[in-house]
């Protein structure tokens, strides 16, 4: 019976000693929204997006102001001529719009490729800072549910938002001393 119960303290000893793993979480969506990264992508591509809606308004005026036209000329055609009139004009209208529509959808493609990136770049981060410090596990907070409830001691979403920050203005700090010395050059 001594020895069990020996046995029984040897064990409950050991399970002690052992080192407690970190555990933490961080708000997906916060730390991607925070991002500085991703906001300059955002920016970018608004400012690209707005110049795209500038030139579509345009180009629909110029159709408007000729759809216009071509309606009162076709009011004294002959139904005939109205016809040809009206897919001469479909023609001529139609590799614009085709035109228009490549474009957002390319700007659209790139801007997916670009947010993929950052989420690609800020899970590597966050997988480099748990390394860094210590973390057994790092685990995502988001709508579908992977972290329902969590102690707000294990929230290190500001923390992860801050460095990712941190180093993104680093990065972007030395590609500009880079360019800088290049031009130099």
């Avoid at 109205?82 to 001469?88: I, L, M, T, V």
């Avoid at 529509?101 to 950052?118: K, R």
């Amino acid at each position: 019976m001594k020895k069990v119960i020996l046995g029984l303290m040897v064990l409950v000893g050991a399970a002690s000693c052992q080192e407690q793993q970190k555990i933490a979480f961080i708000d997906n969506g916060e730390v991607i929204n925070g991002y500085q990264m991703k906001i300059d992508i955002e920016d970018k591509f608004k400012a690209q997006n707005d110049r795209f809606n500038k030139t579509r308004d345009s180009i629909a005026i110029v159709y408007q102001t000729e759809m216009q036209g071509i309606q009162q000329r076709l009011s004294k055609m002959s139904p005939q001529k109205q016809q040809q009139e009206s897919q001469a004009f479909s023609q001529k209208w139609q590799p614009i719009q085709q035109q228009m529509q490549m474009q957002q959808q390319q700007m659209e493609q790139m801007y997916s490729v670009e947010i993929d990136s950052v989420i690609s770049k800020m899970n590597a981060f966050v997988a480099d800072y748990g390394k860094k410090n210590g973390y057994a596990f790092i685990l995502g907070k988001n709508q579908a549910g992977s972290v329902v409830y969590g102690i707000e001691a294990s929230d290190i979403t500001e923390v992860v938002t801050t460095a990712i920050n941190d180093a993104y203005a680093s990065k972007d700090a030395k590609a500009e001393t880079s360019k800088d010395s290049t031009e130099a050059k």
